[in-house]
């Protein structure tokens, strides 16, 4: 979590994440708390922002599929393939954050 400076492009939320797991350490050590944090990897879900123009990865692929299926056209997705990405369903987080 900890190894190098966040993308630029998210600074402030990246930071904010390193923050509460230095807290959570923090009050451990000064107060025997044992508290911890949830800190997930890409959620989509229902309410999630579909516009091609300017939805994040999940919902964008979602609403190509659904396009591709529509219309009978092919199905494409860009890039080199070289990146990795981990994706969450929303109700699954929450289920798995009751769990815990």
Same mark, same amino acid.
């Given at each position: =979590?900890? $190894?190098? %400076? %966040?993308? %630029? ?14 807290? /959570? ?12 944090s949830v800190i997930p990897t ?9 516009? =091609? ?7 964008? =692929?979602?609403?190509?599929?659904? $396009?591709?299926?529509?219309? /009978? *056209? %092919?199905?494409?997705?860009?890039? *080199? ?14 289920? $798995?954050?009751?769990?815990?």
């Amino acid at each position: =979590l900890h $190894l190098g %400076p %966040p993308h %630029p492009s998210n600074f402030g939320f990246s930071y904010a994440k390193r923050i509460i797991d230095v807290e /959570n350490r923090a009050y451990r050590s000064q107060y025997g708390s044992n508290f911890t944090s949830v800190i997930p990897t890409n959620v989509y879900g229902p309410f999630d922002n579909f516009n =091609l123009e300017d939805s994040h990865v999940m919902p964008g =692929l979602i609403h190509k599929v659904y $396009l591709a299926k529509r219309d /009978n *056209t %092919p199905f494409t997705v860009w890039g *080199t393939g070289a990146a990795r990405r981990q994706f969450i369903y929303s109700y699954d987080l929450a289920k $798995l954050i009751v769990w815990a």
